[in-house]
């Protein structure tokens, strides 16, 4: 990917290297042109690529393609000069910052099997960690390493930390610190009946921080749910399988454009269009919040998925947990605005549930 002056005085254009086949048929690498042009309907000026992604600078616009393709042939991946070598970001991390020396790994027992295959717990130079072992044919070698750069750059404590992969034997793996009491909906049904307010309320804070760090960087989740967050050995919850799942869903729903997404946590223009945003993010952290409420309960239980787009459609939405104070049901609701712009975003999210301490 490069960005240059386009052929008219104040216009630049994106331009991707791709191996993708053209439209034309054309099966060796090619060169895609994008040009950056700018809102007529904001007040501001707003930058945009081929989908109305709106930024109000173009480096927070790169940075956003960088995860997300949104219209364009393939997502905005490493810098590209002709002639030279572009120089490394001092973001970037190098292969033997997150490369992991399989001689340093031990493997324990299984502990979980998710949609990345088997987790198993291991060591690695003298901590406990938690070892993803990727299915088989899930992704490419080439995708698994760049969407683990990306997730060892995302650093917070509500998110849980990728401390390097292992790709030089099969099945390739992914070494994460250890979340000793597994995932949030086995957790909740665990202990259900025996949770006071402070703590449910508590989950809900712990991963709207996580996912509020995640909406400050441009970065979409895309599998929001209680199973994908996991509790540590003192109660902390945090945000598990950001940026994987574009290449791992393997339990979702397909859509008429062939992607896969999981409907019972999911928008209605992610389910008609396909279009994630962190807006539809807060749609399914809406959810998540109902599934805390209700501890480990499984949303629509066992209605089809086609019938729960229906009624979603209709404008029905789950009903109010019992264990649910009116304030955060509000909030679940608010989560569950049609328009993507009418829901709050998880800076404001943030605010309204801490703030509800208060009351």
Not at 66 to 83: C, D, K, V, Y
Not at 107 to 114: H, K, Q, R
């Amino acid at each position: 990917m490069s960005l240059r002056d386009s052929r008219h005085a104040g216009v630049y254009t994106v331009s991707v290297f791709t191996k993708a086949p053209g439209s034309n048929g054309q099966k060796n690498p090619w060169v895609k042109h994008y040009q950056i042009r700018e809102s007529e309907t904001e007040e501001t000026s707003k930058f945009y690529l081929a989908e109305k992604y709106l930024f109000s600078t173009i480096p927070e616009l790169i940075q956003y393609h960088r995860h997300n393709a949104a219209g364009m042939i393939m997502r905005l991946t490493h810098p590209f000069s002709q002639g030279r070598e572009s120089s490394q970001s001092p973001t970037e991390l190098s292969e033997d910052q997150w490369k992991v020396d399989p001689a340093e790994l031990t493997l324990g027992e299984e502990v979980a099997s998710g949609q990345f295959g088997l987790v198993l717990q291991g060591r690695w130079r003298e901590r406990r960690v938690a070892v993803k072992m990727v299915r088989e044919g899930a992704m490419s070698e080439e995708d698994f390493k760049e969407e683990a750069r990306v997730m060892m750059m995302r650093s917070h404590c509500k998110l849980v930390q990728l401390y390097g992969v292992c790709t030089q034997h099969s099945p390739m793996c992914l070494v994460f610190e250890l979340m000793e009491q597994g995932c949030l909906s086995d957790y909740l049904r665990a202990r259900r009946g025996r949770m006071s307010q402070d703590t449910l309320r508590g989950m809900c804070l712990d991963i709207s921080e996580g996912m509020a760090y995640l909406e400050s960087n441009n970065f979409i989740h895309r599998d929001l749910t209680a199973r994908n967050c996991l509790v540590s050995y003192n109660n902390v919850v945090k945000v598990s399988d950001f940026g994987m799942t574009r290449f791992v869903l393997d339990d979702q729903d397909t859509s008429s454009q062939g992607s896969k997404f999981p409907s019972k946590w999911s928008s209605p223009e992610v389910i008609k269009y396909c279009k994630f945003s962190s807006k539809s993010d807060v749609w399914s952290f809406g959810v998540f919040m109902w599934e805390v409420y209700t501890e480990g309960r499984l949303p629509y239980e066992n209605r089809p998925n086609g019938e729960v787009v229906d009624a979603l459609n209709a404008g029905l939405r789950l009903l109010k947990p019992r264990q649910a104070p009116e304030a955060v049901h509000l909030l679940m609701e608010w989560c569950w605005k049609v328009k993507p712009d009418d829901r709050p975003s998880f800076a404001l999210l943030l605010h309204e549930l801490a703030s509800l301490s208060d009351l």
